[in-house]
């Protein structure tokens, strides 16, 4: 069943990846911003991309916010920057789509054990993934720097007089999730995503040109290792030439199908 790129029918394509991902012993997902397109977000690069928009954000964020934490709250609560604010407006508008939807049909078929995505808008929670890990956090969500607990952002007690917030377990800075520039990825979601990836026999890679660091190491290594990667984006990438097979489409036409032909793999006749 191991095999290249030969040019096959799309269906057959279909068939087989549909074939792999439930043959697999445990299969993981990794997303990223192509996932999300359809649901209004349009990537951060690219042209109508959100940088190109609204120009790029700050590449030294972190250091911005641990240098001047009050400072980068004000921002945070009543953002000024084009950037943040457009940023804003489109992730508070988004709602999950067929592709978040049939990933989450997936792992309740059993057909994905986990989920890794580069993206921060809470899109997959929405849509009731439940094994999930959101490497570059996610938007709703605050974070300790010290203890690393979450909380609900909507709902966190916040004295504007008295910025930044501290942890009511730890006393230590509280920032939002979201993983800026310069910002090392939180050790035990970092630490999850290697767990599950080492498990992992087969990957489904969905709507990320895969050049992002780590999270694209994760799928490289299951295929070095011959594990099977199934890869969905509208065109090829990087990774394309690693790929047991290539699905070029949309996120949310293809995933629906491979949801339906697994279901109905599950339920023969
Ligand atoms: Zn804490």
Excluded at 30 to 57: H, M, N
Excluded at 88 to 94: F, P, V
Aim: aromatic share 6%; glycine share 10%; with cysteine.
């Amino acid at each position: 069943m191991s095999g290249g790129s030969d040019s096959k029918k799309p269906d057959t394509n279909l068939d087989r990846a549909a074939q792999l991902l439930n043959e697999a012993e445990f299969s993981i997902a990794l997303t990223g911003a192509g996932v999300s397109v359809e649901s209004g977000i349009p990537p951060f690069r690219g042209p109508g991309g959100l940088w190109t928009k609204y120009g790029e954000p700050p590449l030294d964020g972190y250091e911005r916010f641990i240098s001047d934490p009050k400072r980068a709250w004000e921002e945070l609560l009543k953002p000024t920057e084009d950037w943040l604010v457009g940023l804003r407006q489109t992730l508070g508008r988004a709602k999950p789509n067929v592709a978040h939807f049939s990933l989450a049909k997936l792992e309740s078929l059993g057909a994905i054990g986990a989920l890794i995505t580069q993206n921060v808008d809470d899109l997959h929670r929405q849509a009731g993934q439940r094994e999930l890990y959101e490497i570059h956090g996610n938007f709703k969500l605050l974070r300790c720097v010290g203890c690393s607990e979450r909380f609900s952002f909507e709902n966190f007690p916040i004295d504007v007089k008295s910025l930044p917030p501290k942890c009511p377990n730890c006393k230590e800075l509280i920032k939002d999730d979201t993983v800026h520039f310069g910002e090392p990825i939180p050790s035990e979601i970092l630490a999850s995503c290697e767990r599950v990836s080492e498990r992992a026999d087969c990957i489904l890679v969905v709507g990320t040109s895969a050049t992002v660091y780590p999270a694209a190491g994760f799928a490289v290594e299951i295929a070095r290792r011959g594990g099977t990667l199934i890869e969905i984006n509208p065109e090829p990438t990087e990774l394309t030439e690693l790929a047991t097979i290539f699905l070029g489409g949309t996120a949310s036409a293809i995933l629906n199908d491979l949801s339906e032909k697994i279901l109905r793999l599950h339920r023969p006749g």
